[in-house]
């Protein structure tokens, strides 16, 4: 995969930069070595992201993308957590990832192989399971109620301010529309879900060829 205005030490250089500059105790040295253990397992995660995206260019990653920005600090947190079990790092990360892009993405959080954020400014992702290909835009939320913790099956979309929480079950290939809020409800697959009155929800078919525009056959 190109790195686009970078080489593989350059890019590490400078996400070591960033950690400095939004966490500045002065544990860049100790940051860099964790993250360059795992730092090319997180790029080959983010390129089978970019290659499964529709908007974004074949074999090529732009960290001044803040999409793609925002997507590979998860997958670096997330890879280091996973494999060695560190905590300072992949907390690091998750700070730069809310201070430079405005989400909130925990390290612990399991992601699905492919996602793809929109505008990153304002997303909260709780604990959930996550399908694959899941479209996330600004504003979107989900999150869990004690034990209630939603399910999201493959091909959702969640458009801006949107949320899914307390347990609800969405379905496979359905779209939440603007400011719809999913509470605790079961949602049909390939539905489009709108706000009804007071707490109901409207469903329509959902659009057969929408997912084109987001990702790749």
Same mark, same amino acid.
């Given at each position: 995969? &190109?790195?686009?205005?970078?080489?593989?030490?350059?890019?590490?250089?400078?996400?070591?930069?960033?950690?400095?500059? #939004?966490? *500045?105790?002065?544990?860049?040295?100790? !940051?860099?070595? #964790?993250?360059?253990?795992? !730092?090319?397992?997180?790029?080959?995660?983010?390129? /089978?992201?970019? $290659?499964?995206?529709?908007?974004?260019?074949?074999?090529?990653?732009?960290?001044?993308?803040?999409?793609?920005?925002?997507?590979?600090?998860?997958?670096?947190?997330?890879?280091?957590?996973?494999?060695?079990?560190?905590?300072?790092?992949?907390? /690091?990360?998750?700070?730069?990832?809310?201070?430079? $892009?405005?989400?909130?993405?925990?390290?612990? +959080?399991?992601? %699905?192989?492919?996602?793809? =954020?929109?505008?990153?400014?304002? =997303?909260?992702?709780? &604990?959930?399971?996550?399908?694959?290909?899941?479209?996330?835009?600004?504003?979107?939320?989900?999150? /869990?109620? &004690?034990?209630?913790? %939603?399910? +999201?099956?493959?091909?959702?979309?969640?458009? %801006?301010?949107?949320? =899914?929480?307390?347990?609800?079950? +969405?379905?496979?290939? #359905?779209? +939440?529309?603007?400011?719809?809020?999913?509470?605790? &409800?079961?949602?049909?697959?390939?539905?489009?879900?709108?706000?009804?009155?007071?707490?109901?929800?409207?469903? /329509? %078919?959902? *659009?057969?060829?929408?997912?084109?525009?987001?990702?790749?056959?």
């Amino acid at each position: 995969m &190109k790195l686009r205005g970078h080489t593989r030490e350059t890019l590490l250089a400078y996400i070591t930069a960033q950690c400095a500059h #939004v966490v *500045p105790d002065g544990r860049e040295a100790v !940051f860099r070595t #964790v993250a360059e253990a795992h !730092f090319d397992e997180a790029l080959e995660r983010m390129h /089978r992201c970019i $290659n499964a995206c529709a908007p974004w260019r074949v074999d090529e990653f732009n960290v001044l993308q803040s999409s793609q920005h925002a997507i590979f600090l998860y997958y670096l947190s997330n890879t280091i957590w996973k494999r060695s079990g560190d905590t300072e790092a992949p907390t /690091r990360l998750f700070l730069m990832n809310k201070a430079f $892009n405005g989400i909130d993405l925990f390290y612990e +959080i399991a992601m %699905p192989e492919v996602f793809y =954020i929109g505008h990153s400014l304002g =997303i909260v992702l709780a &604990k959930a399971t996550y399908g694959n290909y899941l479209v996330l835009y600004q504003n979107a939320t989900v999150g /869990r109620h &004690k034990d209630q913790i %939603p399910v +999201i099956g493959e091909r959702v979309v969640m458009y %801006p301010g949107s949320s =899914i929480a307390a347990g609800a079950m +969405i379905e496979d290939d #359905v779209v +939440i529309s603007q400011g719809t809020r999913v509470i605790g &409800k079961h949602v049909p697959r390939g539905q489009m879900v709108f706000a009804g009155a007071g707490a109901e929800l409207v469903m /329509r %078919p959902r *659009p057969d060829d929408l997912m084109g525009e987001y990702f790749r056959p």
